[in-house]
T-cell receptor
Framework: RKEVEQDPGPFNVPEGATVAFNCTYS??????FFWYRQDCRKEPKLLMS???SGNEDGRFTAQLNRASQYISLLIRDSKLSDSATYLC??????????FGAGTRLFVKA | DTEVTQTPKHLVMGMTNKKSLKCEQH?????MYWYKQKAKKPPELMFV???????INESVPSRFSPECPNSSLLNLHLHALQPEDSALYLC??????????????FGEGSRLTVL
């Protein structure tokens, strides 16, 4: 089993749609969780950290379920500019941050 | 603009060449990283320096040699590379909280082609 697993997609959605990405992780001792966004041929950039209480930033909502070892990202009212690869990132402690394979999102007009 | 600067942005080298990738950050971060990323794959960790000491080497071949001259600079020396080493090499930095890294700040990457 991979340490961090994501549905690779691609997800093709129309503008204005709501889309959800899921991620599971295998190490129950993992301490911190993130969603990064990576545009084509660019570097990954932090989208949001994920907290046990859940957190929201505008159209983006992230949830963490430690019991199920599951992280989600919800994007509401999708924009064309949301087209990117979304990377689920888990830190089990120390420096070995683990990246999921990424989920590709295409938002179409 | 990214606060982690990498040079060069593009590099083409032959298998017998020696070249270096450079990375600089001025955020006061004490942990610096090299990642390798192939097309349509996630970044793979290569090396981590913490307080200028090599903390992690993910069994990277010796043809890649990292160096951390000071807390702001990180180099990756390349020698006798293979065509399969062609990839995007990403430098990152983070605070060192002692228990985890927190957010990673990435540079724009150096795109390497080995002929």
């Amino acid at each position: 089993r991979k340490e961090v697993e994501q549905d690779p997609g691609p997800f093709n959605v129309p503008e204005g749609a709501t889309v959800a990405f899921n991620c599971t992780y295998s190490n129950s001792a993992s301490q911190s969780f993130f969603w990064y966004r990576q545009d084509c041929r660019k570097e990954p950039k932090l989208l949001m950290s994920v907290y046990s209480s859940g957190n929201e930033d505008g159209r983006f909502t992230a949830q963490l379920n430690r019991a199920s070892q599951y992280i989600s990202l919800l994007i509401r009212d999708s924009k064309l500019s949301d087209s990117a690869t979304y990377l689920c990132v888990v830190n089990p402690g120390g420096f070995k941050t683990i990246f999921g394979a990424g989920t590709r999102l295409f938002v179409k007009a | 603009d990214t606060e982690v600067t990498q040079t060069p942005k593009h590099l083409v080298m032959g298998m017998t060449n020696k070249k270096s990738l450079k990375c600089e950050q001025h955020m006061g971060h004490r942990a610096m990283y090299w990642y390798k990323q192939k097309a349509k794959k996630p970044p793979e960790l290569m090396f981590v320096y913490s307080y200028e000491k090599l903390s992690i080497n993910e069994s990277v071949p010796s043809r890649f040699s990292p160096e951390c001259p000071n807390s702001s600079l990180l180099n990756l020396h390349l020698h006798a590379l293979q065509p399969e080493d062609s990839a995007l090499y990403l430098c990152a930095s983070s605070q060192d909280h002692g228990y985890d890294t927190g957010e990673l700040f990435f540079g724009e990457g150096s795109r390497l082609t080995v002929l």
